[in-house]
């Protein structure tokens, strides 16, 4: 396997420039990746005007101790499927773990965990997802579309949203006002 295989639990960030205009400034939390394909969740952008407390209505959860937290964008596939990413302190059914960053879950349960107030002690909800087929993501990569950052839960759980791509470069000590928005190939 080549040193781009498995990175979940990284954080991709769009370079300038990115040819594909739905993730420019995007910040994908990389969940899954494999030689059968990857899976992140956006955590770059929020939904304007809708909240969790909404989404558990609509769910038929009873919001209960539930915080109005923001929903993200989390990808442009199944944009109406919801998925939590989380601290490791909370597991059900179906959790996986995503490296040292975060664990996902996707099932009722762990929004009806967090609606009872026993639910993980870090988590963000977000619709959608990002996806690659096998083999596209190393693609992407070759062709200067990303840089892969480190997993930093404090990205993820403390910086909000509008912040964290800026916020993710300055992590890995680059200043992202002096990024190039073109590369050539030697």
Not at 153 to 158: E, G, T
Request: with cysteine; proline share 6%; hydrophobic share 40%.
């Amino acid at each position: 396997m080549s040193e781009t295989h498995y990175l979940a639990g990284r954080i991709l960030l769009a370079l300038p420039g990115m040819f594909d205009p739905r993730f420019a400034r995007a910040v994908i939390a990389m969940c899954m990746h494999d030689e059968h394909g990857a899976l992140g969740i956006g955590i770059g952008r929020i939904h304007d005007g809708l909240r969790f407390r909404a989404v558990l209505e609509e769910a038929g959860i009873e919001p209960g101790a539930a915080p109005d937290a923001p929903v993200h964008l989390g990808g442009p596939v199944e944009p109406q499927r919801g998925f939590v990413l989380h601290s490791p302190d909370w597991s059900g059914m179906g959790t996986i773990t995503a490296g040292t960053l975060c664990s996902l879950s996707f099932s009722h349960d762990v929004l009806r965990a967090i609606a009872e107030g026993t639910g993980p002690s870090r988590w963000l909800f977000a619709l959608g997802y990002a996806g690659w087929g096998g083999g596209q993501l190393e693609n992407e990569l070759r062709h200067h579309g990303w840089h892969v950052a480190d997993g930093r839960p404090d990205i993820l759980f403390a910086v909000p949203a509008g912040q964290r791509w800026t916020g993710a470069w300055k992590a890995e000590g680059i200043d992202p006002a002096l990024l190039a928005s073109q590369t050539g190939q030697a």
